[in-house]
């Protein structure tokens, strides 16, 4: 079983940035594709960015693309998201996921673990 815990979300003002991690723990996930999604309220849950197991494949959102960096370091058992230029729209609960695949994923039922969510607010 694995367990997923976000940290590093907050509150930011518009054109700020946040660096949320995912530390993943139970087994590894070194050889499992990563992403993360969002729900803002009211809202469903979106994809937002995936990554491969090595890392060599990204993809984004068309709404955070340019703006947002998916990265993971194997060795920690964690997955990054670089949030640069943040807008109150971005604001969310964002999700770290994991699915036993090695490529990329990007909808919610191809993930078969999930973190608890850690909040993201950005004030106008």
């Known amino acids: 079983q694995v367990q997923l815990v976000e940290s590093g979300g907050g509150l930011v003002q518009a054109g700020g940035s946040l660096r949320l991690s995912c530390a993943a723990s139970?087994?590894?996930?070194?050889?499992?594709?990563m992403g993360w999604f969002r729900q803002a309220p009211g809202k469903e849950r979106e994809f937002v960015a995936a990554?491969?197991?090595?890392?060599?494949?990204?993809l984004y959102a068309d709404s955070v693309k340019g703006r947002f960096t998916i990265s993971r370091d194997n060795a920690k058992n964690t997955v990054y998201l670089q949030m640069n230029s943040l807008k109150p729209e971005d604001t969310a609960i964002y999700y770290c996921?994991?699915?036993?695949?090695?490529?990329?994923?990007?909808?919610?039922?191809?993930?078969?673990?999930w973190g608890q969510g850690t909040q993201v607010t950005v004030s106008s």
């Open positions: 139970g087994r590894t996930v070194s050889s499992y594709g």
């Open positions: 990554i491969s197991w090595r890392g060599g494949s990204t």
């Open positions: 996921a994991a699915h036993t695949g090695r490529g990329i994923r990007v909808l919610l039922r191809e993930f078969d673990y």
